[in-house]
């Protein structure tokens, strides 16, 4: 890695790839004297425009643009250059949301305000590159698995939202029977008199809010979300998580959350359908993103029950496939009244031999034991030397595409290992969507925002 950059070392730390100074494979990220002689020389380069020397921006302006991922190649002597279309710092220090259309073969595509730029998508694209790189070079491309165990995760998020106490009670005692262990983040204001029966269930349980809106200001979300937490602690919760309203991220939240001893938050108009990633290096609160579509959305989509159930197992079978996570949201309102889907959702997971089921707050400890590991490995024809013994899976993916995820000891002949050809799946692309109908859409939500906030403010954190 050549020059300092946040979205990068973000998107590394997600893959768990090894940073070798040595390595004649670089991420360069700012304007270095020499490129063309290295790469010329055999050197392979991944960078952005604005990183390259004029002169070969000028041939690459000239030199065939693939089309689906929009990188641009070059080869230089015995060396490559890639160059990305965008760049990772600007896609992670993004922070607008905008309400986009999501892709189902059931009914009307589901709507939700999200990060306007997906930060998954530009990290599979940087991967793609990366593994592309080594693949030229010959030499095998190793990283830390995503998942202690199988190849993908599954878990189910409650976001508690205005539910009666009995909704909520209910649907804890509904999942205790198929034995699914959700996250529940709690509505606190509305079940601030009810906390200890709720709190009493197998699951775990975060602050969802005290009043249910996020303010523009640091002083009114450190006073909302510090009241709910002060009340659930009472009873003798220790909280791990944080989910805002409306899945709206704030830029204060890493600060005022850490402050507060969370470890992590869960906000889709930051990110969704991706790894968990640190969104402040200088803080240590985890991101923890989630699908952004709920079963009450899909029903507003027109999408009949069994639609619901085929959109979510569809969805859990590509991630499966991709080696994507698959975390999932609902309301105790829906989930209760239509347990009988969320029951076959969780079933058709657990069926498959290759997932995780777990929820938010395992997932928060896992990843936090995947980071403190040091990869480090020497790569010598077959053989694969690591600097200490790695006590999480790896996946090893060979210069031809087959690939591998297995322990390994600290010397490994990688013609010993079992190894399989990828899939061809890939990510659909989110559809554009009718633009009028998703500004009536954002127009209406926005109204109940303002509606909701409107109503809590004349008697703002008033707990008794």
Known sequence: MVGEGNGWMKILSQEGVPINKESDIWIVNRKIDGMREFVCGGGAVLTTSKHIEKDILRELHIERRIKDKGKRIKEMGDGILMVLPFDPDAVFEDRRR???????????????????????????TVVECIRELFARKGIPYIHKWYYPEGRSLFALRVDTDFAPP?????????????NLKATFFLDVRVLKNHLSPILKGNHSFGIHCYNHTVYPDRKRNYEN??????????????????????GIWHREFPEILEELGFSYSSEFSYSYDDFPFFPDRKRNLLQVPIHPICMESLF???????????????????????GEPTIIYGHPDALVEHFDILKEIADYAREKDDIWVTDM????????????????????????????????????????GRQTICNLDR????????????????????????????FLRELESRFYMLRTRLKERADFLDID
């Open 98 to 124: 905008k309400r986009k259309c999501f892709y189902s073969e059931y009914g009307r595509f589901p709507d939700e305000t999200v990060s306007r730029i997906s930060k998954a998508k530009a990290r599979r």
């Open 166 to 178: 009995e909704k909520v009670v209910s649907l804890e005692t509904s999942l205790q029977r198929i």
């Open 225 to 246: 979300i510090k009241t709910a937490k002060e009340l659930v602690e009472k009873e003798g919760m220790r909280l791990k998580g944080f989910a805002s309203p409306y």
């Open 300 to 322: 507003m989509s027109k999408h009949t029950k069994e639609g619901i159930r085929n959109y979510f197992t569809s969805l859990i079978e590509r991630n499966s496939l991709m």
């Open 361 to 400: 707050d395992e997932i928060d400890e896992w990843w936090r034991r995947r980071e403190s590991i040091h990869l480090s490995a020497i790569t010598e024809d077959n053989i694969i030397k690591f600097t200490e013994k790695i006590p999480i899976p790896l996946e090893i993916v060979l210069p031809d």
């Open 411 to 438: 010397t490994v002949d990688v013609s010993t290992l079992s190894f399989s050809s990828p899939l061809p799946i890939s990510y659909p692309d989110e559809p554009r969507g009718n633009k009028l109908w998703l």
